[in-house]
């Protein structure tokens, strides 16, 4: 919504590295992450190399051919195993000329990127509805340090004020001035603490 | 949205009471402008065209 400031996180292996940005604009912003499972050849291929030489950590490899789901994941695997196949067929058609990718009829989904594109499990497509492109970046193995990063930029959580956590008085609504005056007087004369007394909203003519 | 001058005159000094007890005074606002021509300054504005549309 309005006056939001989206942030995504993605996670590695543990300790491993954290990255994210910060996305700047103000406007109506439209955020959305999907997971998709299928993966061209050559993705399986480059997916292959990079877990011999450990570099890619299992939750983002999730394929039937590779079988590095970790044991609480099976019960899933069936409907990723069904989607990831459609998909693949779907991709094979287009590939082989089959269907015409323009024509909606035949319920196809268009490839989102060039087909030598790396396709990953994770996407995310992000729309200001006015700006422009400005993010901020931030990478760092440790937690704690990567949300130091993220908390430089954007400022650190005050502390509630104490009046805050206090208590607070409110009715809908008092009458006059005088009834306050009154509700006031009261908590002092029954030894009743409190910090903060609420007006609401009849104390506006015309809302 | 106006303050109700009749109903809740005088509550600056209201406040600076709560002041020296070390209490805090909240006011609900529901921060629009009532579409009602017989609220004058919905009326005003609407007569001046001070409205962006």
């Known amino acids: 919504m309005y006056g939001s400031w989206p942030f995504i996180l993605a996670k590695y292996k543990e300790d491993f590295l954290l990255a994210g940005f910060i ?54 695997e069936t409907t990723t195993n069904e989607k990831y196949s459609t998909e693949l067929e779907k991709l094979e058609k287009l590939e082989r000329g089959e269907v015409n990718k323009y024509d909606k009829s035949n319920n196809l989904e268009q490839p989102k990127f060039e087909e030598k594109l790396i396709k990953t499990d994770k996407k995310t497509v992000w729309i200001s509805e006015s700006g422009i492109i400005d993010i901020s970046l931030f990478a760092d193995p440790k937690i704690i340090n990567f949300y130091f990063k993220f908390h430089k930029l954007i400022g650190f959580a005050n502390l509630p004020p104490l009046f805050s956590l206090g208590y607070h008085q409110s009715r809908w609504n008092y009458k006059d001035t005088q009834d306050l005056i009154e509700v006031d007087k009261k908590f002092d004369e029954h030894n009743i603490p409190y910090d903060t007394i609420w007006l609401d909203i009849e104390v506006i003519i015309y809302y | 949205m106006t303050w109700d001058p ?13 002041e020296q007890k070390k209490r805090n005074l ?7 402008i009532k579409n009602d021509n017989y609220y004058p300054f919905f009326y005003n504005a609407m007569q001046n065209s001070k409205f962006i549309t």
């Open chain 2, 6 to 18: 009749k109903h809740f005159g005088k509550i600056d000094e209201f406040i600076e009471t709560l």
């Open chain 2, 26 to 32: 909240v006011v609900i606002v529901d921060p629009h």
């Open chain 1, 23 to 76: 996305w700047n604009n103000p406007s109506e912003t439209y955020v959305k992450l999907t997971t998709q499972n299928y993966y061209n050849k050559t993705q399986l291929l480059i997916n292959e190399t990079l877990i011999n030489n450990e570099l890619l950590i299992n939750d983002t490899l999730i394929n039937n051919e590779t079988s590095i789901n970790s044991k609480e994941n099976i019960s899933n």
